[in-house]
C-alpha cells in the first residue's frame, strides 16, 4: 500500500519558519516529480511547490517565490518543505504529493492536476 505521511506542520508566528516532511513507502518515486499543495478553508486547493525526480529543477507559485525551499532525499524517500518567513495568509492544510505520469516540472503549473498519490495532510497556521 502506497502511503505518504506528512510531519512538521504546527503554530508559528508570523516571520517564523516550519520544515515540512513526507515519508514515501510502499512504492519508490525516485523517478517521479514531487510536491507540495496547500487548501486554506474556503479556497481551492493549490500548488505550492515541486521537485523533479533528481532534485535537480523545481517549481514555485509566485506568493513563495523566494521563502520556501523543497528538496528531496531519494535514499530516504523523503520530500522536504522549508518555509522562511511565514505569513497569516499561508495558513493552510499542506499536502505531499507524488506523480506517476511526471518525472519534471517544466510543465507546471499547467500539469498540477498530474499527481496521483496524496498524503493526509498536515495543518500549517500562522499568527500576526
Known amino acids: 500500500q502506497v502511503q505518504l505521511v506528512e510531519s512538521g506542520g504546527g503554530l508559528v508566528q508570523a516571520g517564523g519558519s516550519l520544515r515540512l516532511s513526507c515519508a514515501s513507502s510502499?512504492?519508490?518515486?525516485?523517478?517521479?516529480?514531487m510536491g507540495w499543495y496547500r487548501q486554506a478553508p474556503g479556497k481551492e486547493r493549490e500548488i505550492v511547490a515541486a521537485?523533479?525526480?533528481?532534485?535537480?529543477?523545481?517549481y514555485y507559485t509566485d506568493s513563495v517565490k523566494g521563502r520556501f525551499a523543497i528538496s528531496r532525499d531519494n535514499a530516504k524517500t523523503t520530500v522536504y518543505l522549508q518555509m522562511n518567513s511565514l505569513k497569516p495568509e499561508d495558513t493552510a492544510v499542506y499536502y505531499c504529493?507524488?506523480?506517476?505520469?511526471?518525472?519534471?516540472?517544466?510543465?507546471?503549473?499547467?500539469?498540477?492536476?498530474?499527481?496521483?498519490?496524496w498524503g493526509q495532510g498536515t495543518q500549517v497556521t500562522v499568527s500576526s
Open positions: 521537485i523533479s525526480w533528481s532534485g535537480g529543477s523545481t
Open positions: 510502499g512504492r519508490s518515486f525516485s523517478s517521479n516529480a
Open positions: 504529493a507524488a506523480s506517476t505520469r511526471l518525472s519534471g516540472v517544466g510543465g507546471l503549473p499547467g500539469e498540477y492536476n498530474k499527481f496521483d498519490y
